[in-house]
């Protein structure tokens, strides 16, 4: 389960209410997009004050860093060592956003 901003208008797994574009939601493959509170991630704050459990160790004070049209969730330790898109070192993952537009494309997101 990964929280994220919502690049697409969807609905939710769990409640079946929408889901807009832009909402912080929590995401795996395996449920879909959910509303955090649906999914059980208490996320009170706005999305710049959101911490949440770094994509890459763990560690639960990790924030969303803009990285062009994803937005990662990284402890300062991880974005640190891993810079915005423009630094030299930063990989984004395709992998992973690859399948979520042909999903999107295929079926809507969050189903
Ligand atoms: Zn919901
Ligand atoms: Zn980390």
């Known amino acids: 389960m990964k929280t994220m ?3 697409y208008a ?3 797994a769990a409640c079946s209410r929408p889901i807009a574009k832009g909402d912080l939601i929590a995401w795996s493959r395996a449920s879909g997009a959910q509303h955090p509170k649906c999914a059980g991630v208490y ?3 706005s999305p710049q ?5 770094c994509w890459i160790c763990g560690d ?3 924030k969303f860093r803009p990285h062009g049209a994803a937005t990662p969730v990284h402890c300062d330790k991880c974005h640190a060592a891993r810079p915005p898109v ?3 070192r930063w990989t984004p993952d ?3 956003t690859t399948y979520e537009d042909q999903c999107a494309a295929a079926c ?4």
């Not at 809507?108 to 189903?111: R, T, V």
């Open 5 to 7: 901003l919502s690049k």
């Open 10 to 12: 969807g609905t939710c």
């Open 43 to 45: 996320l009170p704050q």
């Open 49 to 53: 004050d959101v911490r949440a459990p």
């Open 60 to 62: 639960p004070s990790g």
């Open 86 to 88: 423009n630094g030299s």
């Open 94 to 96: 395709f992998s992973d």
């Open 108 to 111: 809507g997101f969050g189903l």
